[in-house]
């Protein structure tokens, strides 16, 4: 059983800093793609950043040059640092990752979320 925990939310004046942790536990033969999405309030939920095995990254024209995703593969976690949030940020930021719990299979999942609010 392959699982995501989130942790890292909270709430935060705008121009602040949050860094947002998920690491993933169970069976695990090899984590592919993780990436950060979030969905605010009768929004759909989107794309925030995504990091591949090999370090590349992309992100949300939104979040350019403001967050930063990054992975610790010895520890199976990924993180966000996101810095200069605005108001328009607030969100449940939810964790995402593409895994091999064996060499034959392959699973999506998905942590439990975080709510990250910035005030103005």
């Known amino acids: 059983q392959v699982r995501l925990v989130e942790s890292g939310g909270g709430l935060v004046q705008a121009g602040g800093s949050l860094r947002l942790s998920c690491a993933a536990s169970?069976?695990?033969?090899?984590?592919?793609?993780m990436g950060w999405y979030r969905q605010a309030p009768g929004k759909q939920r989107e794309l925030v950043a995504r990091?591949?095995?090999?370090?590349?990254?992309n992100y949300a024209d939104s979040v350019k040059g403001r967050f930063t995703i990054s992975r610790d593969d010895a520890k199976n976690t990924v993180y966000l640092k996101m810095n200069s949030l605005k108001p328009e940020d607030t969100a449940v930021y939810y964790c995402n990752a593409e895994i091999k719990p064996s060499l034959l299979t392959r699973g999506d999942y998905w942590g439990q979320g975080t709510q990250v609010t910035v005030s103005s």
């Open positions: 169970g069976t695990i033969f090899r984590i592919n793609t």
């Open positions: 990091i591949i095995s090999g370090g590349s990254t």
